[in-house]
């Protein structure tokens, strides 16, 4: 098995626009795309497998199983603005190697689509929190519009690790333009309230409309959730979230 | 070396169903389909070698080594249901990669002998064990026969690790279907009592008759081992019970 | 993608000497050669880019990122002497393999612009610190250079770990030559001081001159830093000044 | 760079037997046929390079420097028996991978020289050291004689890790047969005695004399140093004597 998108469904999309939210930090990319998608109505046409990702399966719903793998969605613009294309999934590639496969497998096949500008969604760790969304982009022009809408610029030397970076950085080497917005968060938990901080400035940037109070209800449950939780370590809540990580000879459920 | 299977024997099987069964989780696997190799007089045709298995080999009882590896067996239906291919073996692929390497190559050899039908068994962790066997599948009539004769379905979001997963992951890909038996066990110890409960749901998936009373013996020596533990930490039990991995530079025997 | 140099301009270099400063110990490499490169005006004409680099991307002062990469100077001599070609960046390959990828290239780069010698920069790690500069070299000639000039020769079985000591070990497989000079370091800072004592050795072995006070500055307030941190232990020091490192599923900024 | 061997000298060898003894537990095998090899005055004639080597570089008495590596020595039997083989080195590789990659590769090449025999030497931990020597093979004939000139017979179930575990492994797939011995030890200290004690059992099954005379120095040298060590802990012993290894962003010596 490659590293390799699989499409379900031909498509041909007006000047798309790729958006990325692979799960990451307070799984804020997650969130923020997942809502997006669910909230736009988008459609699956294509989806990404990679012997990079976990070797475990998901069960859903039905006792029906699945590899982790990312999926690929499109909405078509109704007012000839540019069309959307959305990345999620389930998890980041698991080696260093691995990440850069991924990442260039996504620009391939976003530039086979004729994408020119990417935006990378994720979280952005602080200690106390906050409610700013942080940009840093390939291009002074990008930057420029999402500052205009609300993001604030990283600061310089931070490094943005994991694919919402490493798209960047490998599409500074094509002639396609890419940007993070990246929503402050503690990061301990999944954090809804984030993401919505990164919607409002995405949907501002990228000029559609989006009714964002179907976030409400998960925020208050992450709130309700970090209430009870005081006087828990950080280090536990984090523990008790994470996901199982690839560790050779580590039984989970064989 | 490639990861690779060497066929020591041409077999043609009629409509055989693969049941996988390599260590892992409490040896659930492992123990209920090397019993069932045994019992059933399953007769070895070929092995499988791979780089990504741990770098030692090991000793028998005459001082002679080998290398760590699967064993497929097959076995002849004396009454016109489906012959059986089995997999069984010393141990799982070390790496992430590797994991998918030695599922893919098991499902291209399953494919070559006319498989359309695979079954992996594994354990089910869980805090207080239980005896539940559990199970998902690529397949609704698959799943429902499951059912049917016992198992109960997997919940949703529970990630099944290692080959037993990956398996049915892949699966899903092809034209084939798999599905996986999982016995609830503590996990700490060999489970042979897990993989009783595993067999009885299998063997009436199947529609085999297997005599298991032949595994009494080792549950009452579990049973006996896990008497004797009392008052020992279940880290610490656990830690005895470990088998030797793969680290780069650990002296072990060289 | 794949390890790799891209040139950013076409250049024919005279006898041109490489010299290579990327991250380690201390950063002595990397301070002394980026002095050299800053100081002497020298240009950037190429780019390594590799996917053992790790997996995040780098934010600069205007918000634009980029990927970890080497970076190729040359600056041209202006008496006849030899050109230097200077290797400096961000990071060296995160795996046993990728080290080996990466040098390799380096050198493969090198020999196509006619290097026939080769000194790599970098840090020698000592309990009490210490002012001088330690060499080992692939060739007797160079050696004694080194030794004429103020460096002194490494004790026997010392291994000189990373790119530095690996351009070494390869181009001794091949008709170059090759020599590290490694500044004493406790090692726990960034250590300025130790890359002026290595330019020391360094721009006398090259029989060039450049003014070294500009490193003064950096000396001053390391020095500071040092005197601020007495009484925090080495180790917490040390912590604090680590760059993240690739680790799996490790959340940083997504 | 690929994992290689590289022939410095043309040789025809005489039915060969190859004795391998890279570094592992307590150095056994490499001290054993280190001393061989320097008793016996064989000849080098071959190096085998590997970026699964360690990422650093050695550095000599006269400051020469050079990658880690194995070498392969001969000796010509001066009364028709078979020529002798020998590969010593200064590592193993370090990972699971690198370890198949290196065994296959020594391999093939005692295969181009028509080995059909082959010795693997190495240490057997075990609580109280002991003075036995351990022998396991691929081959009943090879352990007989092994047998019947003081070697004992290795324990069922004990895994052989590392490249003395996987030549055998390797080679029971071919047509060559292979017989480790393993002087026990308690491995935490380079161990003469351990090697010593291997030597007496290696030359009677190869059917040489060797005066190992020559071991009491390191011998006496080995006990004084556990003398001196009494009351410190084995693990702070182990750490000691420990090699650098590779760890991805480990400052050494750069």
Same mark, same amino acid.
């Given at each position: 098995?490659?590293?390799?998108?699989?499409?379900?469904?031909? %498509?041909?999309? *007006?000047?798309?626009?790729?958006? /990325?939210?692979?799960?990451?930090?307070?799984?804020?990319?997650?969130?923020?795309v997942g809502y997006l998608v669910e909230t736009l109505g988008a459609e699956k046409f294509a989806e990404l497998y990679s012997p990079h990702f976990p070797y475990y399966v998901i069960v859903d719903e039905r006792g029906r199983i699945r590899l982790p793998k990312g999926e690929f969605y499109y909405w078509r613009s109704p007012d000839r603005g540019p069309d959307l294309m959305f990345l999620i999934g389930d998890s980041q590639a698991q080696t260093n190697r691995g990440q850069y496969e991924v990442a260039s497998c996504v620009l391939d096949?976003?530039?086979?689509?004729?994408?020119?500008?990417?935006?990378?969604?994720? #979280?952005? *760790?602080?200690? *106390? #929190?906050? $409610?700013? %969304?942080?940009?840093? $982009?390939?291009?002074?022009?990008?930057?420029? *519009?999402?500052? /205009?809408?609300?993001?604030?610029? $990283?600061p310089p030397g931070s490094p943005i690790v994991g694919i919402a970076g490493l798209l960047l950085g490998l599409t500074a080497m094509t002639d396609m333009r890419a940007i993070c917005l990246l929503g402050e968060t503690r990061g301990h938990l999944p954090d809804p309230r984030a993401a919505k901080n990164v919607l409002e400035v995405l949907t501002g940037f990228l000029g559609i409309e989006v009714d964002l109070s179907g976030l409400e209800k998960s925020i208050a449950e992450a709130r309700r959730m970090e209430e009870a939780l005081v006087g828990i370590s950080m280090e536990e809540i984090a523990k008790r979230h994470r996901r199982p990580r690839e560790e050779p000879g580590r039984d989970y459920i064989y």
């Open positions: 098995m490659r590293t390799e998108v699989r499409e379900l469904k031909r %498509v041909r999309l *007006r000047k798309p626009v790729l958006i /990325e939210g692979l799960p990451g930090l307070a799984l804020v990319g997650r969130l923020a096949f976003a530039r086979r689509h004729g994408v020119r500008t990417i935006v990378t969604v994720g #979280g952005y *760790r602080t200690e *106390r #929190g906050g $409610s700013r %969304v942080v940009c840093a $982009s390939t291009d002074e022009e990008l930057l420029r *519009r999402a500052l /205009e809408v609300g993001a604030v610029k $990283s």
